[in-house]
């Protein structure tokens, strides 16, 4: 069994090994609708990934009723 210690503000470290500091180099991800993103990978994007929902995307456009509704219906499904 590892031991491990650490802080999401510091460090992670196992058995004495560090493996992530706060100062480490943090990956770019991109959303699905970034147009920078290859068309190709699109499909690997989970349809459940939170970047794909209507009310995020319409509270992003400011139609904060519309964004309500779609809420609504994804908390009743």
């Known amino acids: 069994m590892a031991e491990g ?6 460090y992670i470290e196992y058995d004495n090994e560090v493996y992530w ?3 480490d180099e943090k990956p770019v991800y991109l959303m ?4 920078s993103l290859n068309p190709e990978f699109r499909e ?3 349809p459940s990934d939170s970047s794909n929902r209507i009310d995020k995307k ?3 456009e400011k139609k904060f009723e519309e964004a ?5 219906i ?3 499904l």
């Open 68 to 72: 309500e509704k779609e809420k609504a």
């Open 58 to 60: 319409l509270i992003g």
């Open 44 to 46: 690997f994007i989970l």
């Open 32 to 35: 699905p609708d970034d147009e």
């Open 21 to 23: 500091t706060v100062e």
């Open 5 to 10: 210690s650490g802080s999401w503000l510091e």
């Open 74 to 76: 994804i908390e009743d």
